[in-house]
């Protein structure tokens, strides 16, 4: 196996990248080695499907798949290698119905690569193949830059496919999305070496981003309603309960209809906790709250919560022994010999609950509040952009994606706590557990901690960025705004890609900078967009503040 | 997973199929498995006298002293390869050893202990009892049961501080069911206990799960599933949990037993078939029997068979899941290894006499 795709990949030899038989996720070489062959067998996919558009002949069926399939693949996500196995046949069955479909109105040439991929008939075979279709494949013939390159792409279109399978699942979608999708993976099937073409394809990736991140907002806010203010109970209630983690609004939505006036009160875990902040769901009044923190304290969580948890989309680590059997998986996400719920259907769940004792009593209650997505924030903007022109608000900092396990991590603490008085922090992303146990108080009324949602919210964080340079007839680049982005996953670079093509400027991305980006390219990015690492903590705010070079 | 502190004596090195290791201390005149539930640390264990084969390892760096056991337990061609039974060995210098299971089959607390109150005893043939027990809250004061189909319960026997140990029949769930198909013994403690004593309403005392004979999701190639006899527990919960869960693996059983009136589990079976219209089964009768009209002869050689006919056509070997007496389970593994399959891709129990 050879995996960097997320920001806790090793760095234990000069090879940075989980090249041993495990994987820092816990995912193992088999299943790493047979995502490989998926991302080929979707690549091949899209291929056919960007021909057969070009000939008027489209299939949702494929569209979807092509987004589940790359879902599969995201850090966290799915580790069971009976699924990606299938996956990989179901990839090349679609394809090859496609072709059939569009040969019908006109001849349709098998393009060279992937779409002519054709897997064995076992899966030692297939295997057996895998080096040829890893990320690093041809690295002695391109070089470190293209394979850099290649992978910047690939790992951004991770992250658009998850952002808009989330939209999709609610009944959102569009067909320029399907089209660019398969657009962008059928030019990197063929495998391009032109370095501005690869970093152009790359910008492609994160403007295509962007309008995945527009339909997502619409899809949640036109499903449940515009995210409003809300305290948020974080301790749990007596009676019993279902924990439901990730980042799947739908899915919460149908297990808090099936537990209406079943007496089971349900919780958000990690990503889910925005979720307590839209109308429709927190209208049900079993919606207890949070219980837990983010997902890298999962061990701790579920094994002390005393119901069943669902795991709807990333991020899942290795279940221990102590609940593994109290999991369920639902949507791209898996794990071997856990119960997944294909349909929908969280009736085995719902049994799983009233069979588990539940909480005996109640926890002494703690809050936090949350909701405050760019309807929220701009409904206040008058009194933000008056603050902000008599020097109460001095400065905002969006503290933003996802939290970890490393210690590097802290940075984003220290960034909170070195932030004086008259800022103000925007959070978004599970990220935010690492501050949000604290009252940062006002300014004027308005809270110093702003957290706008999920990551799959970053959309309403570039809204509000680009209204507040609106009204103050500037650039988002000329607001008193410093971006500290925290990445772990390919949504976090999908995120990146989408600021890098919108040309914001003096981004701070970390912990550590990711494995792929090689230093050529990071001297790219940093002389085009001012892209920095993470310094000190207390240095960092205060450069952002003007106080220090 | 982390390590153990080795604070005195040898140190002992496991080392997991998953690439996770463990250790622990043991004195020069200590069985490893006492010294590792000394430390909290509990492999996959279970007769603890060298009699069941269920806590076989592999030295793979060190000496050590094996005390006498039962040749069905560590046959001569597991003990070429480095076999030892953990509660039969000694370590005589620091020791790695290599185990055929996951780390998640490592306890690192004593099994649970569960009342369980009989439901019901069948007789479903001469000397096979269907038992079906409720078991009472657990640990975490919950009603379900939680185990990997495979695994085994043990169940003490009323009025002694023995246990004896049978696989699990049923599946995982939340009620607390659970269903084992028990072989008497002659003279066993329990078989006769069950035999002349057992009734609905008892209670008993049940430990586990345990055991490190498990489904593995590897991919989509076949499984097969041999059953020697009272074997079929364990297979018909593997069975039943892939069709509850829709697993998407080719699976096909062969079920021996040596008498006609020893196959049991029809209806079941034929529900399993109807869950999974794709599952085939060969039943086979080893014993001269003129109106069995079923295959004949030994559940091994119908599997050899097959196994070779895959082998010819070039079609996928499957992995193998088998559960039976120490040499009908040699004998699968010899014939999955002349069929070409590797060794790692047999998964297997021995089942059969206790001692009494």
């Known amino acids: ?549 | 997973m982390s390590e153990a502190n080795v604070t005195a004596g040898f140190g002992i090195t496991i080392k997991t199929r998953d690439g996770q290791s463990v250790a622990f201390a043991c004195g020069p005149d200590e069985r490893m498995l006492d010294a590792a539930g000394r430390q909290d640390l509990y492999p996959p264990a279970q007769c603890g006298q060298g009699s069941c084969g269920a806590c076989l390892a592999y030295v793979e760096t060190g000496e050590v002293e094996r005390e006498p056991c039962s040749p069905s337990a560590l046959p001569e061609t597991e003990r070429d390869k480095g076999g030892i039974l953990l509660c039969r060995c000694r370590p005589l210098s620091d020791v790695d050893l290599r185990v055929p299971y996951d780390a998640a089959s490592i306890r690192f607390e004593p099994e649970p202990e569960r009342t369980a109150v009989i439901e019901s005893i069948e007789t479903l043939s001469p000397p096979m009892r269907r038992l079906v027990l409720r078991l009472g809250p657990g640990a975490d004061g919950g009603a379900g049961v939680d185990f990997e189909p495979g695994q085994f319960l043990e169940l003490t026997v009323p009025g002694t501080g023995l246990m004896r140990a049978y696989s699990i029949a049923s599946t995982p769930n939340w009620d607390g069911r659970v269903e084992l198909l028990i072989r008497l013994q002659p003279g066993g403690r329990f078989s006769e206990w069950l035999a002349n004593t057992a009734a609905p309403g008892m209670e008993l005392i049940a430990r586990g799960p345990q055991g490190g004979f498990m489904l593995h999701d590897r991919g989509l190639d076949p499984r097969w599933f041999v059953a020697g006899g009272s074997g079929l527990a364990p297979v018909l919960s593997m069975l039943r949990r892939m069709a509850e869960w829709g697993d998407p693996q080719p699976a096909r059983l062969f079920y021996g037993t040596w008498q006609r009136e020893e196959q049991v589990c029809d209806a079941e079976l034929t529900e399993l078939q109807s869950q999974m219209p794709a599952l085939e089964i060969t039943r086979t009768v080893a014993g001269v029997d003129p109106t069995w009209t079923g295959a004949a002869g030994s559940v091994v050689d119908t599997l050899a068979g097959s196994l070779q006919t895959l082998r010819r056509h070039g079609d996928p070997l499957p992995d193998i899941y088998v559960c039976g007496s120490p040499g009908m389970v040699e004998a699968v593994r010899a014939a999955a290894t002349a069929a070409g399959l590797p060794e790692d891709r047999v998964f297997h129990e021995q089942c059969g006499a206790a001692s009494p």
Not at chain 1, 59 to 79: E, G, P, Q, R, S
Not at chain 1, 158 to 183: C, N, Q, S
Not at chain 1, 224 to 246: D, H, N, Q
């Open chain 1, 1 to 549: 196996m050879f995996c960097y795709q997320c920001e806790q990949t090793q760095h234990i030899d000069a090879l940075a990248g989980c090249h041993s038989q495990k994987g820092t996720c816990g995912k193992d070489s088999v299943t790493s080695d047979l995502q490989d062959i998926l991302i080929h067998a979707v690549k091949g996919l899209a291929q056919v499907s960007h021909r057969a558009r070009a000939l008027g002949v489209t299939d949702a069926a494929v569209d979807d798949f092509i987004h589940y399939a790359l879902f599969t693949t995201l850090t966290n996500v799915n580790f069971n290698p009976v699924r990606i196995e299938q996956l990989v046949r179901q990839a090349v069955t679609l394809r090859d119905a496609l072709a059939g479909k569009a040969a019908a109105g006109a001849p349709l040439a098998t393009p060279p690569g992937p779409a002519s991929y054709q897997p064995p008939a076992t899966q030692a075979l297939m295997l057996a193949e895998a080096a040829g279709f890893g990320v690093r494949a041809g690295m002695e013939t391109v070089g470190e830059d293209v394979i850099g390159l290649r992978v910047l792409v690939l790992y951004g279109m991770k992250g658009v496919a998850a952002y808009y399978h989330h939209a999709t699942v609610l009944g959102f979608r569009h067909p320029d999305i399907d089209a660019e999708i398969a657009r962008i993976l059928s030019d990197l099937a063929g495998d391009p070496t032109d370095i501005p073409g690869l970093l152009a394809l790359a910008l492609d990736a994160g403007t295509l981003n962007l309008k995945v991140m527009e339909l997502l907002d619409a899809a949640n806010t036109g499903t449940y309603g515009t995210p409003e203010p809300t305290v948020v109970r974080m301790t749990p209630r007596a009676g019993k309960a279902i924990l439901v983690s990730g980042h799947d609004l739908g899915d919460l939505a149908r297990i808090l209809d099936l537990t209406a006036g079943a007496g089971i009160l349900v919780y958000t875990h990690g990503e889910l906790l925005p979720a307590n902040a839209y109308p429709a769901l927190k209208a049900h009044p079993h919606l207890a709250g949070n219980f837990g923190s983010a997902w890298q304290d999962q061990h701790a969580d579920f094994a002390a919560f005393p119901g069943p948890v669902v795991l709807t989309s990333n991020c899942l680590i290795e279940p221990q022994r102590s609940y593994k059997g109290r999991i369920f998986t639902a949507g791209p996400v898996g794990w071997p010999g856990v119960r997944h719920i294909e349909n929908g259907d969280f009736s085995p769940v719902v049994q799983a609950a009233q069979a588990l004792p539940g909480f005996t009593q109640d926890a002494p209650e703690k809050t936090t509040t949350i909701g405050f997505a760019r309807d929220s924030v701009m409904g206040v903007a008058g009194a933000v952009i008056d603050a902000v022109k008599s020097g109460a608000i001095r400065r905002f900092f969006l503290i933003g994606g996802c939290d970890g396990a490393a210690p590097g991590r802290n940075y984003y603490t220290e960034v909170a706590e070195a932030a004086p008085a008259d800022t103000v922090m925007l959070t978004l992303g599970c990220g935010k557990f690492r501050i949000n146990g604290t009252d940062h108080g006002d300014i004027g009324g308005i809270p110093r901690l702003l957290d706008l949602g999920q990551c799959n919210d970053a959309y309403s964080a570039i809204k509000i960025a680009s209204a507040l340079a609106d009204a103050f007839q500037c650039g988002v680049n000329d607001l008193p705004l410093s971006m500290m982005v925290s990445w772990f996953e390919q949504k976090a670079t999908a995120v990146l890609l989408s600021l890098l093509a919108l040309g914001i400027k003096g981004i701070h991305l970390g912990p550590t900078l990711p494995a792929f980006l090689t230093p050529t390219l990071l001297a790219v990015l940093q002389e085009k967009f001012d892209l920095r690492a993470n310094g000190d903590a207390a240095a960092d705010v205060a450069r952002a503040l003007g106080q220090a070079a």
